[in-house]
C-alpha cells in the first residue's frame, strides 16, 4: 500500500505564507505527477498546482505568482510554498500523487488533508 501523509497547514493573516509537504511511502516504484488540491466549504475540490516526475508545473489562474510547487523524486515528497495569502486560500489542502507500484499499473493516491486558514 502507498500512505501520504501531509504537513505545513494552519492560521495565518492574510499576506503571511505556509509550506505545505507531503511525504509518499510504501510500496512505490515510481511516482509520475503529483499534484496539490484544495477544498473549500460548500465547494468543489479543485487543482491548485502540478508537478510532473520531469519537473514541468501547472497552476490554477488564482495562485499563479504566489504559490510554487516543487518536489524530490529521490525522497518521495512533494512540497508548496504559498506566499501573500488571502482569506479565500482558505481550504484544506490535499497531496495527490500518480504512483505506480511494483506489478501495478498507475494509481492516484490522496493525502488525508491539511486545513489552510488565512484571516484577513
Known amino acids: 500500500q502507498v500512505q501520504l501523509v501531509e504537513s505545513g497547514g494552519g492560521l495565518v493573516q492574510a499576506g503571511g505564507s505556509l509550506r505545505l509537504s507531503c511525504a509518499a511511502s510504501g510500496s512505490i516504484l515510481r511516482i509520475n505527477t503529483m499534484g496539490w488540491y484544495r477544498q473549500a466549504p460548500g465547494k468543489q475540490r479543485e487543482l491548485v498546482a502540478g508537478?510532473?516526475?520531469?519537473?514541468?508545473?501547472d497552476y490554477a489562474d488564482a495562485v499563479k505568482g504566489r504559490f510554487t510547487i516543487s518536489r524530490d523524486n529521490a525522497k518521495n515528497t512533494v512540497s508548496l510554498q504559498m506566499n501573500s495569502l488571502k482569506p479565500e486560500d482558505t481550504a484544506v489542502y490535499y497531496c495527490n500523487a500518480a504512483v505506480v507500484r511494483p506489478f501495478y499499473d498507475e494509481w492516484n493516491y490522496w493525502g488525508q488533508g491539511t486545513q489552510v486558514i488565512v484571516s484577513s
Open positions: 508537478i510532473t516526475r520531469g519537473g514541468s508545473t
